[in-house]
């Protein structure tokens, strides 16, 4: 997979955990100094940032901004770390072939599984998600307690390729008697276009990420969530161990715990909880 097939963008933002590069010193001219006076000063060290669009918690908004929940933590951890950083939007599954390869430093919003941790690292979590089962309209109040009877009554659940749903649904998928009524697909609004057209009849997302979707589409009128609630789980940062190093996922830790003890945590969750 090449990367020039993604969309980059570079924003001025930092983040913690960059080794600053040696400098030798120079010897200067004044007219040299007034010079490097007026240049702006460049990071001491760069890191690539791996997004997949799924707002709230990270989007490219108006103007190309990449903004979100999750970026917006990232942001106040990196803040006055002095490291550059580039930031690729692509899909999930096309994401983690570049973290795997180095090329994506880290990406956000990630479960920790024995399969990623072979070739990533993993930052202290961050928040937690709730994948909630969503249906079409009219077969909200069917009568289903949990997501095994919802399946073993024939029922197809559309799924995000990739996509860590805890151990619940992982159980269930590793079932040949199961797998068959779970549906792949690349993104979750194309559940969303299989649910309306009956190609399935139910689609698992985070909470959050399922009532921005339905309010932003116009579509909260023809599907609405289940009581079927999968488990609360942690979230993470996760960084490539082909090109980030322990030392540096440390740091973002550190600069994570100090976002939490200064208050600025709590302030930017409640922004996208209200």
Not at 184 to 210: H, K, P, Q, T, W
Not at 214 to 228: E, N
Not at 245 to 253: H, L, M
Request: aromatic share 10%; glycine share 8%.
């Amino acid at each position: 997979m090449k990367t020039d097939k993604l969309l980059i963008v570079v924003l001025a933002i930092t983040l913690a955990g960059c080794e600053p590069a040696m400098q030798q010193p120079q010897t200067q001219t004044p007219a040299t100094d007034a010079l490097a006076s007026t240049e702006v000063e460049k990071p001491a060290c760069n890191m690539t940032m791996g997004v997949d669009a799924w707002e709230p918690y990270q989007y490219i908004s108006v103007g190309n901004t990449v903004t979100g929940l999750d970026v917006e933590l990232v942001q106040a951890v990196a803040e006055g770390m002095q490291c550059g950083l580039d930031v690729v939007q692509g899909s999930w599954l096309e994401l983690l072939t570049l973290l795997k390869d180095g090329e994506v430093d880290f990406v956000l919003g990630a479960s920790k599984t024995p399969d990623r941790e072979e070739f990533a690292y993993f930052s202290e979590p961050y928040r937690e998600e709730r994948f909630q089962l969503y249906v079409r309209k009219e077969q909200a109040g069917l009568p289903f307690d949990d997501l095994k009877a919802f399946i073993g009554a024939g029922h197809k659940v559309g799924i995000v390729n990739e996509y860590f749903y805890g151990d619940e649904v992982a159980a269930l998928y590793a079932d040949e008697a199961h797998r068959d009524k779970f549906v792949g697909a690349i993104i979750s609004e194309l559940n969303m276009a299989r649910l309306l057209d009956e190609e399935i009849d139910g689609l698992l997302e985070d909470s959050f990420v399922g009532a921005s979707i339905l309010r932003r589409k116009g579509l909260d009128k023809y599907i609405q969530p289940h009581s079927i609630s999968l488990g609360a789980s942690d979230v993470y940062v996760m960084f490539s161990k082909s090109s980030v190093t322990e030392q540096q996922v440390q740091r973002f830790n550190s600069g994570l715990q100090q976002l939490r003890d200064n208050g600025s945590y709590n302030r930017i969750v409640d922004k996208y909880r209200n």
